[in-house]
């Protein structure tokens, strides 16, 4: 099975939660903006602290990371909020979080 089997799946589980911020009036810049925030602080977490069983709580931020994304996306599409500031966040967000996370190593 590939991830892009797996992808509708965790969708139609992560809709509920679309729906919730959606109602409660979180767009989908701020899930982007999170994404960021997450991935950055976990690196320098990982860069700082000098202790190499911190590691294994990677696959977790990767995880909440991956649904973060997968929410902005679907909030943007489904919620009407696509716009162009939120294009460039969530691609500058990636690369950024992407950096962030393999640097401790």
Same mark, same amino acid.
């Given at each position: 099975m590939t991830l892009y089997q797996i992808k509708p799946l965790f969708?139609?589980?992560?809709?509920?939660t679309m729906f919730w911020l959606n109602k409660h009036h979180v767009t989908a810049n701020h899930i982007?903006? =999170? =994404?960021l925030?997450?991935? @950055?602080l976990s690196g320098l977490l990982l860069m700082l602290v000098a202790?190499?069983? @911190?590691? @294994?709580?990677l696959p977790i931020v990767l995880f909440i990371r991956m649904a973060l994304n997968a929410l902005d996306g679907m909030l943007a599409r489904e919620c009407n909020q696509q716009t162009h500031l939120g294009a460039i966040l969530n691609e500058t967000g990636d690369v950024i979080s992407?950096? =962030?996370?393999? @640097?401790?190593f």
């Open positions: 969708q139609s589980l992560l809709r509920p982007t903006l =999170a =994404a925030a997450l991935s @950055l202790q190499p069983i @911190l590691f @294994l709580l992407d950096i =962030a996370l393999y @640097l401790p």
